[in-house]
């Protein structure tokens, strides 16, 4: 019997009258009865011994419940009580297991009366959700591949290869600290700590600089992000090497400039035809990667440094000098940054590529009163980056466990970086220049002529590449691939580089 029959059928029996003075307490009464007709018995299987944690158990069993019983929502759940009660298991591990689910929006949690199945959405909502990974664009896919998947064509270091030791050791240590770096905003320019402690590293590459010309961002690409915010009007031209960073040139086609590539060689730019660019445009800005250039891994030379400062100094062009692979270099080659003083020269770090993708921290170091400026943007935009994070890699730099960690990371990465040019080499493709070290390689296959289509075959077969095609400032077919030396220990690498037009030719 439906529950205001019952109830109908009480009051006419006790000859109860209601009246509009009682809505609240009829309200009440009503929901009760629905909780409770609609509580059914949720008997879960659940194994001690199983090396799946209990909570993880619990939720995945309560989910299964949900999903046969509690078609369309509403269902009240078993009390916190009850169902550690009837399972013989902690509240606590309960009160977690619903807690996630609440999370995640299978169930709502309501003041006093407990937990209820969510209502289910609407399955056109669902259906257009699910629809999204449709539409997005091939350079961001590696964000989004499976935890099984190589990504053997990604710009970040394996999980396997970060050491979890001092970096957990370093998080500790700051949250025991608490204060500021837990609850409140860090300082316009980031911490004074941890700029104090760049301008320390900035010095060994011969950059020298002031407490007032250093601003800590969120990594790598929040610095190029308040650069082109600030510097950049639609209309304006820029110069960036090609190939180069894709990310970069996202964020200026969203500024409406004009990008105008500088072909990148085996030792820099080339200043010839940066030379002739010059003579026919008036750029604002040259962007520029010096050390392990993404995706070429190549370096820049003191020759050819010297040649580019000398045509931005004669056409007044000032430079972006992207950095953030320094700490994979054993021996610092000269910076334009130092050969300039930072005059003409803004100069781009950033901890996140050797350290962690998770903790984003970087940093900009330039003249005092354009680092104002930039400073404004930032506070407009974000307000603050991450004092915790800051405070974390300040304290690896002061324990020493941060440089020790990159000096791992430089002989591991060197010898993987030989060992994958040599597969490379031996399979028959050709490389655009054998790098220092890095991560990455520049290559192509004689037999290929669209790097786009070997990527998309290769994807079926759980191997993750980067077309050359997305390194171009407008998206040029190009039959090059960028490839990760990190993940090519993988015998995935090995199989896909020995035989890539299998690959190719379905």
């Not at 010096?290 to 100094?313: D, E, I, K, M, Y």
Request: net charge positive.
């Amino acid at each position: 019997m439906a529950w205001h029959l019952r109830l109908a059928s009480v009051c006419r029996r006790g000859k109860v009258h209601f009246t509009p003075v009682i809505p609240a307490l009829f309200t009440r009464f009503a929901e009760r009865l629905v909780a409770t007709e609609s509580l059914l018995p949720m008997k879960l299987r659940l194994d001690r011994h199983s090396s799946t944690p209990l909570v993880q158990q619990l939720v995945e069993g309560i989910g299964a419940w949900i999903e046969q019983h509690a078609a369309g929502g509403g269902q009240r759940l078993p009390s916190i009580r009850r169902l550690s009660a009837d399972h013989g298991i902690s509240r606590n591990a309960v009160i977690e297991a619903y807690e996630q689910l609440v999370a995640h929006g299978v169930i709502r949690a309501r003041p006093g009366a407990g937990f209820y199945v969510a209502v289910s959405a609407p399955r056109e909502t669902q259906a257009a959700a699910s629809g999204m990974e449709d539409v997005t664009d091939e350079m961001w896919r590696l964000f989004e591949a499976d935890e099984g998947d190589l990504k053997l064509g990604c710009g970040w270091l394996p999980n396997q290869w970060r050491e979890h030791d001092d970096l957990a050791y370093a998080i500790r240590q700051v949250a025991r600290q608490g204060g500021a770096s837990l609850f409140e905003y860090s300082p316009p320019m980031g911490t004074l700590r941890l700029r104090q402690l760049v301008q320390e590293r900035l010095r060994r590459l011969d950059i020298n600089t002031q407490p007032n010309q250093v601003l800590m961002t969120g990594g790598g690409s929040h610095s190029l992000d308040l650069i082109v915010r600030l510097l950049l009007s639609p209309g304006d031209v820029v110069f960036v090497e090609a190939p180069g960073y894709y990310n970069l040139f996202g964020l200026l086609h969203l500024q409406g400039v004009t990008v105008i590539g500088v072909p990148r060689l085996c030792d820099g730019p080339d200043a010839q035809r940066l030379e002739t660019l010059l003579s026919r445009y008036r750029p604002k800005l040259f962007f520029t990667n010096s050390v392990f250039q993404n995706p070429t891994g190549t370096t820049l030379a003191p020759t050819v440094a010297h040649r580019v400062l000398q045509l931005a100094q004669r056409h007044d062009v000032q430079i972006v000098e992207d950095d953030i692979y320094a700490d994979f270099q054993h021996d610092p080659t000269p910076r334009l940054a130092a050969l300039d003083g930072l005059e003409r020269v803004i100069y781009l770090g950033s901890f996140s590529k050797s350290l962690s993708s998770a903790l984003r921290v970087g940093f900009i170091a330039t003249q005092a009163p354009l680092l104002k400026r930039l400073v404004d943007i930032k506070m407009l935009t974000t307000i603050s980056t991450s004092p915790f994070a800051e405070q974390v890699v300040a304290t690896m730099l002061e324990n020493g466990s941060y440089r020790k960690l990159t000096e791992r990371l430089r002989i591991r990465l060197a010898g993987q970086m030989a060992a994958t040019l040599e597969l490379v080499k031996k399979a028959g493709w050709e490389v655009f220049y054998p790098p220092a070290g890095g991560m990455f390689i520049w290559a192509r296959h004689p037999a290929v002529e669209r790097s786009s289509q070997l990527v998309e075959r290769a994807a079926q077969l759980g191997i993750r590449l980067s077309p050359g095609d997305v390194f171009f400032p407008h998206r040029d077919a190009s039959p090059w691939l960028r490839l990760n030396v990190a993940y090519a220990s993988d015998p995935r690498a090995a199989s896909f580089l020995n035989s890539p037009v299998a690959c190719y030719h379905p």
